[in-house]
Structures are given as structure tokens and as C-alpha cells.
T-cell receptor, first 115, second 114 residues
């Protein structure tokens, strides 16, 4: 059973370009969470999705950021018109349910560098 | 404000030695506390999970404790190994609602030397 798969592992974008980060959850997991980790900072919640639905996007900037989890295919975190401050590691996690004490399993992350 | 602070920021120990990492928190309420290990370039992996009513939980050489009075948690690593070199992160799963909204500390970077 493969773990949470994220790609690409590393992504370099010039300011103003778009970044697309992909996350395939573990088999049987329908709940996906995206987190951002800045250097020397803790992981910060961005968005929580279930298949075809955004459940909570309260941690995601309202401008330039969007996320989706279609019926088929991976979850996508999209950042438009990237700026230097978007440089960070973006982690996706998935879980079977969203109940208390349910463990969410993390992918290896995508490291975005904006030049 | 819900906060999680970890200390020390970084730690170097010799292989075979024990160490204790600290986590002070103001998160309230919370449903559980997890300690994660994050290898460089990897995602976090859960080591231990404790509910707010538990005091201690072990997983092999890792033992986590929770003191609700002082609002402190610690992770004790015994007989350290080179492979223990990683960042260790404590996190709290918020209670009541938004159970998926973990609050993470900034981590302690542990380096184990031969």
C-alpha cells in the first residue's frame, strides 16, 4: 500500500508563474489536508478537502491560492502568480476519516522555490 | 492564543545517550497530542499519540509525557541511534470542532553523533 504521494518533489518557478502541486492520497483515504512549512516555522494548516468538496479553506490565502480534489485523480494545490514569499515546503496528508484521534499520514512534500 | 513552543531549538548528543525534548503549550481545549519525527526532506511520521487525559505513552525507545497542570509535554529518547537524527515536532489536535486542525510546534532538530 503506497503512502501519500506528492509530486513534484522540487519545483522552481519564476515570480509571476503558476505552481501546481499534486497529491495522491493513500488508498482508501478520502480526506486530504494541505499544510505549508516555512523555514524555522511549524506546519500551518491551509485547506481540508474531501472528494469534490472543500470542507475548510480557512488557512489558505484568499488571493492566488486554490485547491481541488476531483472525483478522479489527485488533489491539486494551485498557486497563481507566485511571489518569493510562497517559497516553502508544501505537505499533503490524508486520512480515512476525520474523526478525533484519526491519524493523517503525510507525503514527502513539495519544495517550492520562487526565483 | 493557541501556541506551541518547543525547546531546545537544536540538540547534539552522542550515540547511545538519552535525551529529553520539551513542548510547552497554551492550546485549549485539545483532543490529543502527537509527537512526530520528521527526517530531512521528508514528511512527519507519528511516533506517539496521547489524549488529554493520559500522562504517558511509549513507543519503543520513545516515551512521551503530558503534564496538564504545567501545560508541558516531553519526548524522551533512550539509547539514541544515528537514525534518530531528525526534527521532532509536537502537535495538538484541536478539540470541539475542526478536529483536523492540528497546531504544530516548530520542532527540535536532533543530531546524533557516532
Amino acid at each position: 500500500n503506497a503512502g501519500v504521494m506528492q509530486n513534484p518533489r522540487h519545483l522552481v518557478r519564476r515570480r509571476g508563474q503558476e505552481a501546481r502541486l499534486r497529491c495522491s492520497p493513500m488508498k482508501g483515504h478520502s480526506h486530504v489536508y494541505w499544510y505549508r512549512q516555512l523555514p524555522e516555522e511549524g506546519l500551518k494548516f491551509m485547506v481540508y478537502l474531501q472528494k469534490e468538496n472543500i470542507i475548510d479553506e480557512s488557512g489558505m490565502p484568499k488571493e492566488r491560492f486554490s485547491a481541488e480534489f476531483p472525483k478522479e485523480g489527485p488533489s491539486i494545490l494551485r498557486i497563481q502568480q507566485v511571489v518569493r514569499g510562497d517559497s516553502a515546503a508544501y505537505f499533503c496528508a490524508s486520512s480515512r476519516t476525520d474523526g478525533v484521534n484519526t491519524e493523517a499520514f503525510f507525503g514527502q512534500g513539495t519544495r517550492l522555490t520562487v526565483v | 492564543k493557541n501556541q506551541v513552543e518547543q525547546s531546545p531549538q537544536s540538540l547534539i548528543i552522542l550515540e547511545g545517550k538519552n535525551c529529553t525534548l520539551q513542548c510547552n503549550y497554551t492550546v485549549s481545549p485539545f483532543s490529543n497530542l502527537r509527537w512526530y519525527k520528521q527526517d530531512t526532506g521528508r514528511g512527519p511520521v507519528s511516533l506517539t499519540i496521547m489524549t488529554f487525559s493520559e500522562n504517558t505513552k511509549s513507543n519503543g525507545r520513545y516515551t512521551a509525557t503530558l503534564d496538564a497542570d504545567t501545560k508541558q509535554s516531553s519526548l524522551h529518547i533512550t539509547a539514541s541511534q544515528l537514525s534518530d537524527s531528525a526534527s521532532y515536532i509536537c502537535s495538538f489536535q484541536r478539540g470541539a470542532s475542526g478536529t483536523y486542525k492540528y497546531i504544530f510546534g516548530t520542532g527540535t532538530r536532533l543530531k546524533v553523533l557516532a
